[in-house]
């Protein structure tokens, strides 16, 4: 028997890829749904994501997040579900020819999304298995529902309505076919979406950014340092001095933010050590506390860029625990290890360096620690980029040697050692604005934690560099503001900038991106007086 569609913009492997693109939908939507109705489901959407980032090449952090920034894990979830809908598309086809080979496909992207899940260090692997089979099994009954529906699977022995029985020559697919199909799809895939944006939400409600409401620090031993005057300039457009909590960048291997229970956490500190302690939360925040301002940056950040923050912490003094603990002779690093088994690393001597105060964090800004920035406890090494120190949701603090041990993003070919360079931005103007003739102020940021910064300096056109005011640092481990009164003339302009650290060292000019070691490179902008 042949079968003709009434409507030839319409063949059967179109209407599969059709089917297997909302089977796919329906798929990931149950299995969302599940993940935020049922607690300690894993969502299968997040558990790629984490795979993709675990296999992820050497270069590709730099890439991604050069890209997109700190909406990185916004757009590999988005990937995600674009290369499993992609699949399902591939599924459908080969499904309108022959359902075994559909079904194989969709089969073989659950058993991957399910392995995915289970390797996850907090994920149980029961609620994982049975997610990743029941949003399997919805997918390939949709494509099986759809593609009979739609006439486009030979079922044996089945002769539709419309259609010439054997013999009688070829017989043509009625329009309500069509109609039937297209509705069973739209209605579906309606719900697929639903369920699915039901299932996220549910998700993100699940990990929120705050610690619990119980969560109450001591006061810190004393008072927090105060601002300096002059710490702050008020200048059109500047970054403010201190970052609140939710402007902080987030830049970690995390998809959704991990949720520790404070009550059951705990801080372990062994390896090459006299005596390994075990911490509990209580037994941390009840140790002596102090507050300390220090800038983290990642090493992602482009020149100019924005993954860059100044905060308030208050923790405890990591050197105290190391002394409590007594480092053995020939420990040459600490490894920080979190919850699901990220780690970072730096040298002990950086650590116990007197001219430094490395804390394991447990406040942000006057405030728990949010779990977003490492809840319960995080470290802060003042002057190391956060790859190679600032591990959050720690679970363990590891003393071993430089040699015997790799951190996370040091396996994917970034420097062992991740000292922060100097660097200097461009707050305002913007690149590319347009300004009025007459006076005009140039502001920005600079910074070299932990050598501090001595000064600034901008250039207009190429011509000679001038230094810029700055602002009162409130140490060396920070920040600090500048600005540059300008005369600014019609006609198109470049603005320049510079800083120089503490030390007398000019900041590297050589434009470079930020693989392996941090990006190096003047800030930049272009703008047009008139």
């Excluded at 392996?516 to 003047?522: I, L, M, N, S």
Aim: glycine share 12%; charged share 15%.
């Amino acid at each position: 028997m042949e079968r003709v569609s009434a409507t030839s913009a319409h063949p059967p492997a179109m209407r599969g890829a059709a089917a297997g693109f909302v089977a796919g939908a329906v798929g990931l939507g149950i299995s969302e749904l599940l993940a935020g109705l049922v607690p300690g489901v894993p969502s299968l959407v997040t558990a790629m994501g984490s795979l993709v980032i675990a296999l992820q090449p050497p270069g590709a952090k730099a890439l991604v997040t050069g890209l997109f920034g700190t909406a990185d894990k916004t757009a590999l979830n988005v990937a995600v579900v674009v290369v499993a809908l992609a699949l399902a598309v591939l599924a459908g086809v080969a499904g309108a020819r022959s359902f075994a080979n559909g079904w194989r496909i969709l089969t073989v992207v659950g058993f991957v999304a399910c392995l995915a899940a289970v390797v996850q260090p907090l994920v149980s692997p029961v609620p994982a298995v049975v997610n990743a089979v029941i949003a399997t099994a919805a997918a390939v009954g949709t494509l099986r529902f759809l593609l009979v529906g739609a006439a486009a699977l030979p079922i044996p022995g089945r002769v539709a309505a419309g259609r010439a029985a054997p013999g009688a020559g070829a017989a043509v697919m009625p329009d309500w076919d069509r109609r039937t199909f297209l509705l069973r799809s739209g209605a579906l895939l309606g719900g697929a979406v639903v369920a699915g944006g039901l299932g996220r939400l549910l998700v993100q409600r699940a990990h929120p950014a705050a610690p619990p409401v119980a969560v109450r620090l001591p006061a810190p031993a004393g008072p927090p340092p105060a601002l300096p005057p002059g710490s702050s300039l008020d200048a059109p457009g500047i970054t403010p001095l201190v970052t609140p909590n939710g402007r902080f960048y987030r830049i970690d291997t995390e998809l959704l933010v991990p949720q520790v229970d404070a009550a059951t956490w705990q801080l372990r500190v062994d390896g090459m050590v006299d005596h390994p302690l075990t911490f509990t939360y209580d037994e941390l925040i009840g140790l002596p506390l102090f507050d300390q301002y220090v800038t983290l940056e990642c090493v992602s950040n482009v020149v100019g860029g924005d993954l860059i923050g100044n905060a308030l912490w208050t923790g405890v003094h990591l050197k105290a625990i190391l002394a409590e603990a007594g480092i053995r002779p020939g420990a040459t690093q600490i490894v920080g290890r979190a919850v699901d088994g990220f780690t970072v690393g730096f040298p002990t001597s950086w650590a116990l360096d007197p001219s430094r105060e490395p804390m394991i964090v447990v406040g942000m800004n006057g405030s728990p620690l949010p779990a977003e920035h490492g809840f319960p406890a995080r470290l802060i090494v003042p002057g190391l980029y956060g790859y190679v120190s600032a591990t959050k949701w720690l679970s363990e603090i590891w003393l071993t040697t430089m040699e015997a041990f790799n951190a996370y993003w040091v396996n994917l070919g970034w420097a062992k050692e991740g000292p922060i360079l100097t660097g200097s931005r461009i707050d305002h103007p913007a690149d590319g604005s347009s300004l009025a003739a007459g006076p005009q102020v140039i502001d920005g940021l600079a910074w070299a934690p932990d050598r501090g910064v001595s000064r600034v300096e901008v250039q207009i056109d190429g011509g000679p560099w001038q230094a810029a005011e700055l602002a009162r640092a409130i140490s060396r481990a920070t920040w600090v503001q500048w600005e540059l009164r300008w005369a600014a003339t019609a006609g198109s302009h470049s603005i320049r900038v510079r800083a120089v650290d503490g030390t007398g060292q000019v900041q590297t000019g050589t434009p470079g991106g930020p693989a392996p070691a941090g990006a190096t490179g003047y800030d930049e902008v272009r703008v047009t007086v008139r």
